[in-house]
């Protein structure tokens, strides 16, 4: 397997991962909780969003839009008075999307405890034009090992994410076909 998969030709140069790594840093409060008095997932959830669209949109150099997203873990439950920093990366790219990973970890605000992993996701992005049609992107340049890793393991969920795709597309066609209806 190679680091960079073939690319169509494009006139836009390739951007290196560290281009658009970002954190985002928010301290969670009482408005953050769920009923059980942590943090609600779905915070969680819109803080992995905001960072994977602001990497998405400074890698592709404009809008992007969310397509979906993968497998995100929750490792260990987030407090009230937590620093909660989300790390995201753009892993993987094709003509027009992106998958971008992301690492959700969490310290307490007032301890110099070092901050533990509480979760992780995967997001694929699309960049689009002011029609909110596809336009292309800038591959990724994997730097370090680990980079090089995660974009591996980006093509084997892309590849994941397709089979599963077509797989339900042709059980719906048969079902259509043999009358069945939902």
């Not at 405890?113 to 996701?121: E, F, M, R």
């Not at 980079?147 to 994410?161: L, M, N, P, S, V």
Request: with cysteine; glycine share 8%; aromatic share 4%.
């Amino acid at each position: 397997m190679t680091d960079q998969a073939p690319r169509p030709k494009c006139d836009i140069p390739g951007k290196p991962t560290a281009a658009s790594r970002t954190t985002l840093s928010h301290i969670m409060t009482g408005n953050d909780t769920n009923l059980l008095g942590t943090v609600h997932g779905g915070v969680i959830m819109k803080l992995v969003d905001d960072a994977a669209g602001a990497v998405a949109g400074r890698h592709s150099g404009g809008p992007a839009v969310t397509a979906s997203m993968d497998e995100m873990v929750f490792l260990e439950p987030v407090r009230v008075g937590d620093l909660v920093h989300v790390r995201a990366q753009v892993n993987w790219t094709g003509r027009s999307s992106m998958e971008v990973g992301v690492r959700v970890m969490a310290e307490r605000w007032n301890e110099s405890t070092p901050a533990q992993q509480v979760g992780s996701a995967y997001l694929v992005f699309a960049a689009v034009d002011a029609d909110g049609k596809p336009r292309p992107v800038p591959h990724v340049i994997p730097e370090t090992e680990r980079d090089k890793r995660r974009y591996q393991e980006a093509q084997i969920r892309r590849t994941h994410r397709l089979a599963r795709r077509r797989a339900i597309k042709e059980l719906r066609e048969k079902r259509v076909a043999d009358g069945i209806e939902d």
